[in-house]
């Protein structure tokens, strides 16, 4: 099977560093970009950027370059999002997915379950 | 960045009504547009790729048209597991982003 399992939930407070993971496996890791979006609650979708884990090629949104960092160990099959100093601000569903191939190469089509990021002091 | 504006924001639909739903977006996207459904607590699942492209074990009964910059996603007989937000996103040009959503209830 198919899948994107991404790292638990997370309370951090402020000021601290973070970084969550994304492990895919039912595939060949390395053939597919891996993005990164953010929702607040009870808000919208939030494309982030996205890594090719064969060259670690990353295209980051102008709303988080410098904010975030994407990575990826293709060893480990696994994508991270890191933060070097949480804001509140960040509190927020994180959600890995993974772009197509073929007709829907333009797509994510396949979704981590999501990482939830608390930041409070 | 491209803007997309979806609507309606929401709607009220009875079981086996048909329903539709729009996008557009501020500049041309030529055909790459997604359709995503997200339920409550759960990630987003792709149901159209490229405008009309179904994936894969998403039902028939969800359709996508349109070019440029005017989409739709019709369902043709909504049925109780729709009810649901549905995003619509651009991947024409980084940053890809997404429509605001619809949801869709329960009449």
């Known amino acids: 099977e198919v899948q994107l399992v991404q790292s638990g939930a997370e309370v951090k407070k402020p000021g601290e560093s973070l970084k969550i993971s994304c492990k895919g496996s039912?595939?060949?890791?390395?053939?597919?970009?891996i993005g990164w979006v953010r929702q607040m609650s009870g808000k919208g979708l939030e494309w982030m950027g996205f890594?090719?884990?064969?060259?670690?090629?990353?295209r980051y949104s102008p709303s988080f370059q410098g904010q975030v960092t994407i990575s990826v160990d293709k060893s480990f099959s696994t994508a991270y999002l890191q933060w070097g100093s949480l804001k509140a601000s960040d509190t927020a569903m994180y959600y890995c997915?993974?772009?197509?191939?073929?007709?829907?190469?333009?797509?994510?089509?396949?979704w981590g379950q999501g990482t939830m990021v608390t930041v409070s002091s | 960045d491209i803007q997309m504006t979806q609507s309606p924001s929401s709607l009220s639909a009875s079981v086996g009504d048909r329903v539709t739903i729009t996008c557009r977006a501020s500049?041309?996207?030529?055909?790459?547009l997604n359709w995503y459904q997200q339920k409550p607590g759960k990630a987003p699942n792709l149901l159209i790729y490229?405008?009309?492209g179904l994936q894969s074990g998403v039902p028939s009964r969800f359709s996508g048209s349109g070019s440029g910059t005017d989409f739709t996603l019709t369902i043709s007989s909504l049925q109780p597991e729709d009810f649901a937000t549905y995003f619509c996103?651009?991947?024409?040009?980084?940053?890809?982003?997404f429509g605001q959503g619809t949801k869709v209830e329960i009449k």
């Open positions: 997915a993974r772009r197509g191939a073929g007709g829907s190469d333009h797509a994510f089509d396949i």
């Open positions: 890594i090719y884990p064969t060259d670690s090629d990353t």
């Open positions: 500049q041309s996207i030529t055909s790459y």
């Open positions: 996103q651009q991947s024409y040009i980084t940053p890809w982003t």
């Open positions: 490229t405008t009309s």
């Open positions: 039912g595939y060949t890791f390395t053939s597919h970009w």
